[in-house]
């Protein structure tokens, strides 16, 4: 039976009914270091959710109350280019002062909220559709808590600065916190007219709705002060927030499908990067995810970019621009930096100012350096863009010299972590849990530790190291680094590999005893090309089984290992960023069927969940009719699962783009499940464009090329 269904009429007088409020999943938007996070209702409930600004939350609660009721929810959506949230809503039933309830379902609610220029605006649409005039008490709850992203996280503080009574104005609440690192914040909720009663934490309405009629109400909210909110306001801000987001999504080549569900998967993973994408005084920067690391991580950064270089090289250029301009100088056990080190993490927060963690600017990541200088590898062979590259080549060796110093501290010669100081992370891989690496008992390692894929990162960058010195005319050099990626090959292949079970181990500890641990890892050795072909094999044959292929995407751990757990965050887990690297792994070495294959399990996966992967799903095995099982915590938009659908076209295509030879190599290309066409338009490659259409014909893909500007040469195999 429906609860909401009218009762009769002479059993039941209006508002008797009572519709219970049921949790409800969550919205983001995002303007440069600004985020929200609200439910579908649009009502910010002080949990996780929230308005944050520079890694404080200025807004903590957010309600809006139709006779001090929430309203019944219709629906609550992102619009497709991530710029606007709307909620639809009915009223239920209204009691009036001194006389009868209201009937319910009479008047339509709509919130429409965006975020530009670091203020949210919100217009508030009631419409009353009822043949009666309506008295209708509007109310909205707010609150500002100045908590900092580590404490809604749940970290516990020794003292917090002063908080301020708020400043109450005709039309507008002021509220003011001084935290302990010496910054004041503020937060100022504003409406467009003055409400009947505005109090500290409350504004009421009282709305005498005619037939048909509609009234609007604007707020904002911001950190600072601004304006009366007003329509005009509203739809200037609008107009300009649409048009930066639709600059953004236009960066780089346009790929098309003759799939509409799968143009509308690549269409929503372009809009959550350019969501996500902040400029930064040195190029664009993805923040890596909403809510929880929204700022720059560097290997987010760096892997995100490296999805999607080989058709927009753009945010490549503004990642390894900034992560130079950070580089560390300095040795620091709390903040695990060391001179040519790459940053991991940076935060603006009085936590972090305070030095309370360590993130402020955080640098404990074995993989960001060696990943730094592969993507700049990528980079430069994508574009041929020597003049960049010179700009670079000081935080380059600075960063491959680090490396050498660390791999020359190992008794093995291998690249290994181990945390500076206890506030750090233990494990400093991007599984970076405390329970992801271990062996085969179960039991947790002792340290330093050597993780196998970041010997294949390390091994990528000596050979990056190996090409650029060899362009810059340096042969010996050239030739060294050669030298060192061999020895370090040889070295992974003699201790990692377990003949027994066919796989890489995980890591050795710092006995150099081998992990003998089957989990994902072993995929991103295939991305850097290390192992020697018929491993590489034996490896795609066990990630493509289903101990790995949960029918969605890759587990993190195979599920015979100790300690699997498909809803644990590393150990069992699916994260489409690692399906993505190892499908394009197993390309590099003529994997195709199962890379097609991963590429449509993502899809589908995608399908289930309004087009967009979130940073990670439980890794339960695939069932008829069910969609995945959400984490119930991910981060959702994610800028490597957005970048996951672009790397995984990259692997079905077998295509690179070599920018100094204005050449695009296409090698044994296939196509997605149930795509017969793909093109790829306005590709740039040198000076010039090219446009490639993909066509299944039969059993083969036919390519079709048409160059403009200075002529292009397009390689077939």
Not at 12 to 29: M, T
Not at 94 to 99: L, R
Not at 210 to 235: K, L, Q, W, Y
């Amino acid at each position: 039976m429906n609860d909401l269904a009218p009762a009769p009429e002479s059993l039941v007088e209006w508002g008797e009914i009572e519709e219970p409020r049921v949790p409800q999943r969550l919205f983001a938007l995002k303007d440069r270091d600004t985020f929200m996070v609200a439910d579908s209702h649009g009502d910010i409930e002080g949990a996780s959710d929230g308005l944050f600004h520079d890694d404080t939350r200025i807004l903590s609660r957010w309600e809006l109350r139709l006779g001090d009721r929430s309203s019944t929810l219709l629906s609550g959506a992102v619009s497709q280019d991530n710029v606007y949230f709307t909620s639809h809503g009915l009223n239920r039933a209204i009691p009036v002062p001194a006389g009868p309830a209201g009937p319910p379902g009479v008047v339509h609610l709509e919130r429409k909220r965006f975020l530009w220029d670091e203020r949210l605006y919100e217009r508030v649409r009631l419409t009353n559709y009822d043949s009666s005039p309506i008295r209708l008490p509007v109310s909205f709850l707010f609150a500002a808590d100045f908590r900092d992203m580590f404490e809604v996280r749940g970290a516990r503080r020794r003292a917090r600065g002063r908080t301020f009574g708020p400043d109450v104005g005709a039309s507008r609440v002021r509220f003011r916190y001084d935290g302990l690192d010496g910054v004041t914040r503020t937060s100022v909720v504003a409406f467009s007219e003055p409400p009947g009663v505005l109090t500290e934490l409350r504004a009421d309405f009282d709305l005498d709705l005619r037939s048909d009629e509609c009234v609007e109400i604007f707020v904002e909210v911001g950190a600072g002060e601004a304006a009366i909110p007003s329509r005009a306001r509203f739809r200037a801000a609008a107009a300009r927030a649409r048009y930066a987001m639709r600059e953004r999504r236009r960066q780089g080549a346009r790929i098309t499908t003759n799939g509409r569900l799968f143009n509308a998967w690549i269409d929503k993973s372009r809009a959550d990067l350019a969501l996500l994408t902040t400029p930064m005084r040195t190029g664009p920067y993805p923040y890596a995810g909403i809510p929880w690391f929204s700022t720059c991580f560097g290997r987010d950064g760096i892997i995100t970019a490296w999805q999607i270089l080989w058709f927009d090289p753009g945010l490549a250029r503004g990642v390894l621009s900034y992560l130079a301009a950070h580089q560390a100088t300095e040795t620091s056990a709390f903040r695990d930096s060391a001179p040519g080190k790459i940053m991991h993490e940076t935060r603006r927060g009085e936590m972090a100012a305070l030095g309370e963690v360590p993130f402020g600017r955080y640098y404990g990541g074995v993989d960001t350096t060696p990943l730094f200088v592969g993507l700049a590898g990528a980079y430069v062979e994508r574009t041929g863009d020597v003049a960049q590259l010179e700009a670079w080549w000081p935080a380059l060796t600075r960063a491959a010299a680090w490396i050498v110093e660390q791999c020359d501290r190992h008794p093995l010669g291998l690249l290994a972590y181990e945390r500076g100081a206890a506030s750090g992370l233990s494990n400093q891989g991007w599984k970076d849990s405390g329970d992801s690496i271990f062996h085969a008992d179960g039991s947790f390692p002792e340290g330093p530790i050597a993780l196998v894929e970041v010997q294949g990162y390390a091994f990528a960058a000596f050979q990056t190291m190996a090409a650029l010195t060899a362009q810059r005319g340096e042969a010996e050099a050239s030739a060294a680094w050669d030298e060192r990626a061999e020895t370090l090959r040889a070295t992974v292949e003699a201790r990692f590999w377990m003949e027994e079970a066919g796989f890489y181990g995980i890591a050795l500890d710092g006995r150099n005893d081998l992990c003998r641990v089957r989990a994902s890892n072993p995929g991103h050795l295939l991305f850097t090309g290390l192992p020697r072909s018929d491993r590489a094999a034996k490896v795609a044959d066990q990630l493509l089984s289903p101990g790995f292929a949960s029918g969605w995407g890759l587990r993190t751990l195979s599920l015979n290992e100790a300690r699997y757990n498909p809803m644990s965050y590393h150990n069992g887990s699916v994260w489409p960023h690692d399906t993505a690297l190892t499908a394009l792994g197993m390309s590099r070495y003529g994997e195709r069927a199962g890379v097609v294959k991963l590429t449509s399990g993502l899809f589908e996966a995608a399908t289930q969940l309004e087009m967009r992967l979130p940073e990670l799903f439980c890794g339960f095995r695939r069932s008829a009719g069910e969609p995945p099982v959400a984490y119930p915590v991910a981060c959702l938009p994610q800028a490597w699962a957005a970048g996951a659908v672009f790397m995984m076209l990259q692997a079905c295509l077998g295509l690179r783009v070599h920018g100094a030879a204005a050449e695009v190599e296409i090698h044994n290309p296939a196509l997605p499940i149930g795509i017969d066409g793909l093109r790829l338009e306005g590709l740039r490659v040198g000076e010039g464009l090219i446009d490639l259409a993909f066509e299944r014909q039969g059993q083969r893909i036919a390519v079709h090329s048409n160059s403009r500007g200075p002529r292009l040469r397009v390689s077939y195999t």
